[in-house]
């Protein structure tokens, strides 16, 4: 069963350096979007993204962070600089483009802001 | 303001007895009503998808109802390995997902 996939897994950076996360979406798959959750607390929507540009952002998703996608098959999100605070998980999730609204998450990528 | 609430916030149950969980929401525009289960450390892996009131979904030993206002996961007879934390999720109209805060479901043997 096809499944979207991230990488990292883990990833520890020092505050101020910039990261870059990466997901391959389900390959038919035309919707994208970032989550982050804090350890203990809700999954949060970042921003959605369709067609090469962003559809959605939530109020978290500030000039720190942005996406892209530079080729067919993987999604990115970078943080340009990371802060104490951007330490969580790290959710991608893909939906295609007809039959629903239902995502499917990938396994995260933990990031460590030090 | 689009919000999603899920209660309990924590469930113990015993092995073999059925309970549900629910979840209310205040969305404009409701696109589609979401549960996914999340295991400690790992995303959220999908369970059902509700759209519109009435509607119900069932799955192994989970059933999903959904009404104008909230959404109920029914466990039947549960199992050990159904402990998980359970996430509702709400698309709203302007097409933001908004989730709840989870239900910790511990089963006991």
């Known amino acids: 069963e096809p499944e979207v996939t991230q990488t990292p897994s883990h990833q520890v950076t020092q505050m101020g350096q910039e990261v870059i996360l990466r997901c391959v979406p389900i390959s038919n798959h035309l919707y994208f979007y970032w989550y982050r959750q804090i350890l203990g607390q809700k999954v949060e929507f970042l921003v959605s993204f369709y067609n090469n540009e962003i559809s959605e952002k939530s109020e978290i998703f500030d000039d720190q962070f942005s996406v892209e996608r530079p080729d067919g098959s993987n999604f990115t999100l970078k943080i340009r600089s990371t802060k104490l605070e951007d330490s969580a998980m790290y959710f991608c999730?893909?939906?295609?483009?007809?039959?629903?609204?239902?995502?499917?998450f990938g396994p995260g990528t933990r990031l460590l802001v030090l | 303001e689009d919000q999603v609430t899920q209660s309990p916030e924590a469930l113990r149950l015993q092995e073999g007895e059925s309970s549900s969980l629910n979840c209310s929401y205040t969305v404009s525009g409701l696109r589609g009503l979401f549960w996914y289960r999340q295991d400690p450390g790992k995303g959220p892996e999908f369970l059902f998808t509700?759209?519109?009131a009435g509607e119900e979904k069932e799955k192994e030993r989970l059933k999903a109802t959904l009404t104008k206002k909230e959404s109920f996961l029914h466990i039947t007879a549960p199992k050990p390995e159904d402990s998980a934390t359970y996430l509702c999720a709400a698309v709203t109209g302007g097409f933001k997902t908004i989730f709840g805060a989870g239900t910790r479901l511990f089963v006991k043997a």
């Open positions: 999730a893909s939906r295609p483009s007809g039959g629903g609204e239902t995502q499917y």
């Open positions: 509700l759209y519109s």
